[in-house]
């Protein structure tokens, strides 16, 4: 099935993640497939645009598909996620939306963490001046500080999106158009912060059945809790 629909916990992956975000955005647009796009438009929700991505081409790409629904709504920030983090805690979450009452062009949560698959370098100063990718074949150091698929944009940034998108060069490796590229090049325009996550865990993505029921276990430990 899409991964968008593969249960987490007894819920849809996407239910899930859209009703983590409920409290703080007033739409949202998904980006699916052509296989599964009529699947998701089915289900009916009104506070949601599905938009359709014929090839897996990068996630700026998926990013820019959203670039008439921003311009038709014109929003404050615009907020973007990765469909498989859904177990960010709302803690995390509430201080991301702090955070953007200094009005950053872009704000987002990082985790310290072993074996990272992103690095974010930054200069003595503290500014973010590159992001290492694993994926990529970049040399990555035993730990560092990675995002955690949540960004909070203005939307001023967003559409600054196009600008670096013409300037872009594909991966090494994957030859897709990747979005975090973006945030050095922003941090060198404009004013760029992050915000601690509360856990280590929240970070977790869902790509093996090993990081699903990582995230299982502790959704339901957290739901156990409540």
Not at 12 to 19: E, Y
Not at 167 to 189: D, K, V
Request: net charge negative; proline share 9%.
């Amino acid at each position: 099935m899409p991964k968008a629909l593969v249960p987490v916990a007894g819920r849809p992956m996407i239910d899930r993640v859209l009703d983590l975000y409920a409290a703080y955005i007033e739409h949202a647009v998904v980006v699916a497939h052509p296989s599964f796009a009529d699947t998701l438009r089915g289900r009916g929700r009104a506070d949601v645009t599905i938009v359709e991505q014929p090839e897996p081409t990068g996630m700026l790409d998926a990013i820019l598909l959203a670039t008439p629904v921003v311009r038709e709504r014109v929003p404050d920030r615009v907020w973007i996620t990765w469909c498989d983090q859904v177990a960010v805690l709302p803690a995390t979450i509430e201080r991301l939306a702090a955070a953007e009452a200094d009005e950053p062009a872009l704000v987002f949560p990082t985790v310290t963490r072993a074996d990272p698959y992103i690095h974010v370098v930054r200069d003595a100063s503290g500014q973010i001046v590159d992001v290492l990718h694993r994926r990529e074949g970049d040399a990555l150091p035993p730990a560092g500080e990675s995002d955690m698929g949540l960004f909070a944009l203005a939307r001023g940034a967003f559409e600054r999106l196009p600008e670096y998108a013409r300037a872009l060069t594909p991966g090494r490796a994957t030859r897709e158009r990747n979005f975090l590229p973006f945030i050095p090049w922003l941090s060198s325009r404009a004013a760029v912060a992050t915000v601690p996550c509360t856990d280590v865990r929240e970070a977790v993505g869902i790509n093996t059945p090993d990081e699903l029921r990582t995230a299982e276990a502790w959704l339901r430990e957290r739901e156990a809790v409540r």
